[in-house]
């Protein structure tokens, strides 16, 4: 895989949520995508997760950035989304194309499967052709393996139906698979939370899996979370809002670093 450090993991800062969830989730901070692109350049984030608008002014940055002898994180075009303002709306459907990421210098695509929908063939017809259309022009395919809306999100996240979730990646042909972490009992503990958390990432065979950081959380609860993800085997994480809407940003994105060192 091209977005992968020297170790094979993978760490993507994702920021795909200004279309998914809307403006409620981002601060002054994290409005400026420039602030974003400078955080994600400067840590030790393997890719960027972005939208068309984004990564198209993304790639003036990398095209300069070629210029001026800059190393920017790798693109990763996230080429399906959907609003939050239908409660309803469980289907993505692709809106950009394998030659426009090309064209950009993008490195990866993400594209994301609701599980459970009703429109779930016609998301997995469009992700088995962009996969083999990934393959042919050499980026990698990162699937987005979510649950449908219909479900409670408890029931959606459970352990079982994540570790499905694992698994659908390898059967689309991902090079790599995002799965939200799962729901665990409040009275798990620890260990018996790894062990389902490693039987999650072997399900998935050669796929790298990596891990959604979720919903904001306080910023310990969330360290705590990482440090269980490293130990599972996991690949690496896909984190968002737990970074850039954290009051220091940089500061949470080295803990989460030196933990996976």
């Known amino acids: 895989m091209k977005i992968t450090n020297n170790k094979g993991q993978v760490f993507i800062l994702a920021y795909d949520q200004g279309m998914e969830i809307g403006p409620s989730c981002l601060n ?51 080429i399906n989304g959907k609003t939050r303002m239908s409660a309803t709306n469980d289907v ?67 352990p079982k139906n994540i570790a499905y979730h694992a698994r659908l990646g390898l059967e689309i042909g991902a090079d790599a698979v995002k799965i939200k972490y799962p729901h665990f009992s409040e009275d798990m503990n620890q260990d018996d939370k790894l062990s389902i958390l490693s ?29 269980l993800l490293k130990s599972s085997g996991s690949a690496g994480m896909a984190v968002g809002r737990n970074i850039w809407a954290s009051k220091n940003p940089y500061e949470v994105a080295k803990r989460m670093f030196e933990i996976w060192k």
């Open 199 to 227: 039987e999650i990432v072997q399900i998935a065979g050669p796929t790298k899996v990596i891990f959604a950081g979720g919903i904001e959380t306080k910023e310990e609860d969330f360290l705590n979370r990482v440090q």
């Open 28 to 78: 002054s901070w994290s409005s400026d995508i420039y602030n974003i692109f400078k955080l994600a350049q400067e840590q030790g984030f393997t890719g960027i997760a972005l939208q068309k608008g984004p990564a198209s002014h993304y790639s003036q940055k990398y095209k300069l950035g070629s210029m001026l002898n800059f190393s920017p994180t790798s693109l990763v075009l996230k």
């Open 92 to 158: 993505s459907l692709a809106y950009s194309t394998i030659e426009y990421a090309v064209s950009i210098g993008a490195t990866a695509i993400g594209y994301t499967v609701y599980w459970g929908s009703e429109y779930e063939s016609d998301m997995v017809r469009e992700a088995g052709i962009l996969q083999e259309s990934t393959k042919v022009a050499g980026l990698d395919f990162v699937l987005w393996s979510y649950p449908s809306k219909k479900e409670h999100d408890e029931l959606s996240t459970s």
